[in-house]
């Protein structure tokens, strides 16, 4: 039986709005979720709200307290007011509509309630079935939490990936709000029994390596699967030469570089690509540009040109001419390398320079998307490079890095191509940031399922109000209040927006805050003191006891 928690006492201030009258403060807290019964074609519906605000329904006179030492109510006592019939709350709440099972979504009837109209509390199993379009363990669901107004499991919150993955998604975030702890989250039930997807984190500051622990855990593993997790590090990451394009050369190039010499790379590419094509070649290495611009140089035509070139030259060379260098002319990291179903692939970038990160994604995201773009149209067949048979996810940790809002980087371009196509083809994009307003707004939009946690930013909460218009301004009021590990979670992933509290991570978070005071404090410990004299003990002689007491104690 529901909960029967008070009484319609009018319309609100706008139309889909409704204000009633309860006693209970307990299940009436902003967010929550309430029901009223009304006739839809004949059949008696439950259209489920949402409760926007709550207030005191009876004002207390001022003169109740002004006495501090004075409980108010006792005040009221003493007048012959019982304190039952002053506590009354006045809730108005934001129609959601009734819950179409075929849809598998809301609808919205536009019938108010009429005044006497009675207001029930939404069961939690009622919840379950109407807010998350997956069920626990169901092929195609990420459970990723629960209901934050209900108590802790009560009411699963499972995000479709179809929908999550083919119109990309969004995880937006203070620093310390919990944005790396919920894309793990999320990550894990990728690679649960149920999804077995592929996955590949691009992660700048090396937070996800625990990850690796999936393939230990049984929770993962059934008969025929058992998943797999490939870290990179910085060192392996190697790119071909051969498929950077023009542009990112250019972005590479070191500072300094004219537009002179823009100029003359590009004929010297043209004319390097035209080369290749005629000797049926695809692969080439820096030192080919080199000589190809080189050669341009001798052509009498740009003799006075000369400083152009030199500079041009040093530049290809400093940039790429590096043994131990991310762009290789051989080395190179298949696409079957990185995706497969029932792995995630993470890039730690950590130890590249921003520019070559920018270039490290673009290049992997053309390759991605080219690949199955050719595949689904039957252009590229088993056994070639650019052949992959199946759909795969991409995660962004620092997006504001690739998709930088008023500025130029060579990724932008290709994740807008993506965002825009990619659901056609089963390229999806999962974006990371805790600037939204450092993102590209184009890129921020076209991310069709949002997980936003604590945004303090003035400047950051208005650019996600503008951008993501799914969410009402009575949810993101709730951002600042937001604490660690708690998220408003909206969008196609979910049949309606919800307050939602993350679910614990089953591999252990790697990117904890590091503490400062505490590693101080392990500088005077004894161990501490004894590891620096091991350290130093072969290479220190000691002249007088006078000596070390100079130093502390210490052998330096």
């Not at 070191?254 to 695809?282: C, N, Q």
Request: a negative charge.
């Amino acid at each position: 039986m529901a909960e029967l928690i008070g009484v319609v006492k009018g319309p609100g201030e706008l139309p889909n709005e409704y204000v009633f009258i309860t006693k209970d403060k307990e299940h009436t807290k902003v967010g929550e979720y309430v029901y009223y019964n009304a006739p839809i074609n004949g059949t008696s519906k439950s259209i489920v709200g949402r409760v926007k605000s709550r207030s005191l329904a009876v004002n207390l006179p001022p003169f109740v307290f002004s006495e501090p030492n004075l409980d108010p109510f006792e005040v009221l006592s003493a007048l012959g007011i019982e304190r039952d019939s002053a506590e009354f709350y006045e809730i108005v709440v934001e129609n959601v509509g009734y819950f179409d099972s075929e849809m598998n979504g809301f609808v919205n009837p536009r019938i108010p309630p009429i005044p006497g109209d009675k207001i029930y509390l939404t069961p939690s199993e009622m919840l379950s079935e109407m807010i998350s379009p997956k069920r626990l363990g169901e092929i195609g669901g990420a459970h990723i939490g629960s209901l934050l107004m209900r108590k802790e499991g009560e009411v699963p919150v499972v995000l479709s990936v179809k929908e999550m993955v083919s119109t990309h998604l969004a995880i937006l975030a203070s620093t310390g709000a919990g944005k790396s702890y919920t894309a793990a989250v999320l990550i894990e039930e990728l690679m649960r029994p149920y999804n077995r997807a592929a996955v590949l984190v691009i992660d700048p500051h090396s937070e996800y390596h625990t990850l690796s622990k999936i393939q230990e855990l049984s929770d993962f593993k059934e008969k025929d699967y058992s998943p797999k997790v490939k870290i990179y590090p910085s060192k392996e990451i190697k790119v071909r030469f051969s498929n950077l394009t023009e542009a990112d050369i250019k972005y590479l190039l070191p500072e300094g570089a004219t537009e002179k010499m823009y100029h003359f790379l590009s004929t010297a590419f043209r004319s390097l690509t035209e080369k290749l094509r005629t000797e049926g070649r695809k692969d080439y290495s820096w030192q080919d540009l080199y000589d190809e611009i080189d050669e341009l140089s001798k052509d009498s035509a740009n003799q006075q040109h000369q400083s152009t070139f030199e500079g041009l030259k040093w530049r290809i060379s400093a940039r790429f001419n590096k043994k131990d260098g991310v762009f290789s002319n051989t080395e190179h990291i298949t696409l079957k390398d990185i995706f497969e179903p029932g792995k995630c692939t993470v890039f730690q970038l950590s130890d590249i320079e921003e520019n070559e990160q920018q270039v490290i994604v673009a290049t992997i995201l053309r390759r991605v998307f080219k690949a199955r773009k050719k595949t689904v149209r039957g252009e590229s067949k088993p056994g070639e490079e650019d052949y992959l048979p199946y759909p795969v996810f991409v995660i962004l940790e620092e997006g504001h890095r690739f998709a930088p809002a008023k500025a130029n980087a060579v990724s932008t371009s290709i994740l807008k191509e993506i965002l825009g196509e990619g659901r056609k083809f089963g390229v999806g994009i999962g974006l990371i940031s805790q600037s939204p307003r450092k993102l590209d707004q184009d890129v921020l939009s076209q991310c069709m399922t949002q997980i936003i946690m604590r945004i303090i930013n003035p400047n950051d909460q208005k650019t996600i109000y503008d951008s993501v218009q799914e969410i009402g301004r009575s949810i993101l009021d709730e951002l600042p209040a937001l604490t660690k590990g708690q998220a408003v979670i909206s969008g196609l992933g979910i049949n309606s927006p919800v307050l939602c509290r993350i679910r614990n991570r089953m591999t252990e978070h790697g990117g904890e805050t590091l503490d400062a005071p505490n590693e101080w404090q392990k500088y005077f410990s004894a161990s501490f003191k004894q590891k620096i004299e091991q350290v130093n003990a072969p290479y220190i002689r000691h002249d007088s006891e006078k000596e070390e007491e100079k130093f502390g104690g210490f052998k330096v």
